[in-house]
């Protein structure tokens, strides 16, 4: 019988390489260029009404992602990233 904890495991274990640092220094470039779009869209929204922060978050997510494995998918809330 397999349990959660044994998926969890072998999950775990497959995971593992992605988050070693060596590996993640590869994706720096990509998180900067990525943030820094963020940053200069929240920029021209501070003199406007409130806004939340939050609400970019997983689309500046998934643009990170997408674009470091070439993938072209439009997310129907991509609105600041190009």
Known sequence: MITLVDIWKQT???QQPMYMNRML???VPDFNEKIYAVVETMNTLVDGPEFDAWDYMPDLSFDIISS???YHISS?????FG
């Open 25 to 27: 220094r590869r994706y």
């Open 76 to 80: 129907p809330n991509l609105r600041l």
């Open 12 to 14: 775990r274990k497959l």
């Open 68 to 70: 470091k494995y070439s």
